[in-house]
Each structure stands twice: as structure tokens, then as C-alpha cells.
């Protein structure tokens, strides 16, 4: 018997009413000694699997409560959205917060949570913030992914203007925060102002770290952030349907958030891997979110697990990411592709509203040229189109050089090496 086990066992319980989970879990049987056996049996989860169950995925008193609503609006309009991407649902009896992701393709995924579900999500990252700076907390930092930060409220903080920058900048300058949250883009692209601009902004102390998440970090990026900001970055890995998976320690490694999460590899078969430094894809489940059971849900980043043996004295296993491979790369860029057109759909899909792709892949098929293949309602989409190159031109200035072609119809996406669908892959890289 082990504490894992027994966690399992009463999260199982716990949404042992989910008509779901009910058809899967022969609940008659389960006990301590065979939870186990029957949990690396249950099937893997991916989004294709909650959108095929609608009426049957969350839990009883989800349904009850919002059986008033208009479950298609709630989970697929993106008009209705806040600035954070998610939406406060009042049910007969209580609120749910939505919260919308959007994975490898970019599609828009809804994740439904309580407030109880959140606050302990949060509470477990200020844990982990706080063993960097113990005077850290949520308001004397500068957060912006997620959050109500009220110097950005009237901010487009992926539009980068100038005059934008300069009112942030000035408001970094006047309240000196202990800490930030990003991503490596936004970092980069202020730290691109403050250099050509010749500020002073930061002092050797000013700042006790900067929280970074969502994608790579270049060599090149990473020596200009912290010419900047002159602090430590600290890697941050997860996704919004639990928030964090794994959190930077000071020695550097990644270690998994064993507080609410099993986090574990499974191979090309979706079979767990019970051994250590054996490569596989990341699975997760959620021991306390029972309204949306995320079991052995499946993230899709490749990664290595090692046994723990850290000086910082955390315990839980490490998990170390395997990199892009070449055919990751945008060739003739210094750009990774699945990063910038994963962000480009983002903004299609929350900010454009086109919300009629089922699937899309782009392929670099030559040195300057790309295929743009669209599973969609809406053939020869001119505003897609135009909309996709003006969202990749702000990041990828090269884009001018590219010829695109645009193909719809049906299709299967492709897989890289590890057998993870990808939304770009390049077949020109040796």
C-alpha cells in the first residue's frame, strides 16, 4: 500500500457518480489492492474524448446546476471570454469558473473548475515562488498571464506597442515588484525596449526572479532577459487544466507536483513506463478537480523522469524535457515552429473569432515555402488567411520571404518521433 494509492482510491470514490467514469470503474470490486491495476487500465484521456462525451464527462452536479445553460455556448463560444480566457458560469446554486487552454493545435479546450479547485492551485505555486523569496505573495508581483493585473487592464499585451511598453516600463520603475510572470516572448520583447531605449530599470536586487512559462527559451533570448531584469528565470511548466506540472528548483532541476497531481510517461501504446530515464509522453491526473475528472490526461510534451537525489531536499522525481527535434525548427529562422503557430491560433481562434477549424497542420515543405493544411466548415477562407500571416509576420519578421499555400480539406496530422501530433513539423531538415 502506498500514499499514492490511497489518494487514488479516494479521488475515484470521489467521482464514483460521474456516468462517465461509471462505465469504466467497476466500482463493486475496487479497493486498496487492485486500484492500481485497474487505473493503468482505464483509458488515456485527450481532448477528442471530453468533446465525443459532453453529456456524460463532468459530474452530476455540473449538469444539475447549469441544466438551465446552454452547455454549447458555455464551452465554445470565445466571444464571451475575459481578458484571462476563461468565464464565470452562475449556475441555480453556486458559480464555475471556465478556464480555456489550447494545447498543441491552439484549438480552445474548456476546463471546468470551482473556486476551491483554483485557490488550491494558486496556493501551490505561491509554495513553490515563496522557496525562492519568502516575502513573495500574489500582490507584489507583476503577472502577465492570467490575472487581473490592473497596470495592464487597458494593456494588448501581445500587440507590443511602444506606448504600451512605456507606461508598463514606468510602472515597473515606480513600484519595483519582487518577482514577475511571463513568457519568454514578452520578457524578450521589453527587454528589446529597454535596451534600444538605453533605460535604467532594474537593479542587481531589485527583482528576486522572473517566472517564465508556455515555451522555449533561445540562448540568445535568455542572455538578453537576464542583461535586463539581472535576476534569476525560473521555469514554470504547465498548462491551465492544472496549472502547474512541474516547478524549477535553485539547483535547476524540474521537479513534479506530487501535492495534487500524479504525474507519470507513457510510451507509444499509451502503456505507463515504470522505468526511470526511459523517454515518454507526460500524462497527468488531478486528484481534487471532481467536476472535470482529468485521468491520466494526456499533455503532450516528451520528457524523462528521474528519481530524485536534490540538494534542495524536494523528494518528488524530476522531470527532464527532451528538446526539439530539427524538424521542430523553422528553418531560415531561429524560431521553433510549433511555438510561434501554436501562439498565431491563439490568436485566430480567442481574439478573430474563427472558431470553425476542426484540425490544422503546417508543414515547411521547402526552404521558403509552407503548406497550410485546414480541416474547416469555411473553404478558401480569405480572413483566415490574411489574419494567419499578419499574426505570424509580428513575430517571425522572415515571413515575407515564405510562399504559403493554403489546403482544406480532410487530413491526418502529423506525428513527430515520439508519436506526438504536432501542429508544425518541417521535412526539409537533414
Known sequence: MSGVDEKLLKFLYKI??????QRLIDYGNLDINNVQDLYRNLPIMEK?????????????????????CDLEDIFFNTRTLSKNHDKIINGKKRQWIIEFTTGSTGRPFPIVKTRADKLMESAYLLKQRKKYDKEVTLDNGFKFLHSLQPEIENVDVWKFNDSDIDFVVSKWIEKKPKWMLATPQIYTRYADYILNKDLQVFGANDISFIEYTSQNVLPEEEEKIKKVYKCRMVNSFGTRECWNIAYECKCGNMHVNNDYLIVELVNQS????????????????????????LVKYKYGDIAKRIKSNCECGNTSDILVFCKDRENAKLVNTHYYGTDIFRRVMRG????????????????????????????????????????????TKTVVEEIDKFDIKYIYGEFMMPETTNYKETIFKNIISK
Not at 16 to 21: A, D, G, P
Not at 356 to 382: C, N, P, R, T
Open 348 to 391: 485566430i481562434y480567442f481574439h478573430d473569432y474563427i472558431t470553425d477549424i476542426k484540425k490544422i497542420s503546417i508543414i515547411q515543405d521547402a526552404d521558403y515555402h509552407l503548406s497550410v493544411y485546414l480541416d474547416k466548415e469555411k473553404k478558401e477562407d480569405g480572413y483566415f488567411e490574411r489574419r494567419f500571416f499578419e499574426r
Open 270 to 293: 499509451n502503456q505507463i513506463i515504470d522505468d526511470y530515464h526511459k523517454e515518454g509522453n507526460i500524462v497527468v491526473t488531478h486528484l481534487t478537480n471532481t467536476t472535470m475528472p
Open 16 to 21: 464514483k457518480e460521474n456516468k462517465y467514469y
Open 48 to 68: 477528442s474524448r471530453v468533446f465525443q462525451n459532453l453529456d456524460t464527462y463532468f459530474s452530476d452536479d455540473f449538469y444539475e446546476d447549469c441544466k438551465n
